[in-house]
Nanobody
Framework: QVQLVESGGGLVQAGGSLRLSCAASGSIFSINAMGWYRQAPGKQRELVIAFTSGGSTNYADSVKGRFTISRDNAKNTVYLQMNSLKPEDTAVYYC?????????WGQGTQVTVSS
């Protein structure tokens, strides 16, 4: 079992920045992919950015050049740095971790970008 706890969401004006954190705990030794998804009202959950099992990074086209993912292995934490935020980035952001056939989700953190 893996537990994921997100933090760092909030309200920001368009053009601003936020950094989200996702702290992992539990049986984290075999996590093979980890990243961020988001879900806006009335829309499906979508990939934002993630480290893949092959060691690369996948991005949604809409966030390329604005969002970056990083990790601190000593703290078992993954970060999402969001710059140049737009109103369309408003969503609940979820941390995700894959461990073999299992997929784990955090509780989500709200990001609201005002115009």
């Amino acid at each position: 079992q893996v537990q994921l706890v997100e933090s760092g969401g909030g309200l920001v004006q368009a053009g601003g920045s936020l950094r989200l954190s996702c702290a992992a705990s539990g049986s984290i030794f075999s996590i093979n992919a980890m990243g961020w998804y988001r879900q806006a009202p009335g829309k499906q959950r979508e990939l934002v950015i993630a480290f893949t099992s092959g060691g690369s990074t996948n991005y949604a086209d809409s966030v390329k050049g604005r969002f970056t993912i990083s990790r601190d292995n000593a703290k078992n934490t993954v970060y999402l740095q969001m710059n140049s935020l737009k109103p369309e980035d408003t969503a609940v952001y979820y941390c995700n971790a894959n461990q073999g056939p299992w997929s784990y989700w955090g509780q989500g953190t709200q990001v609201t970008v005002s115009s």
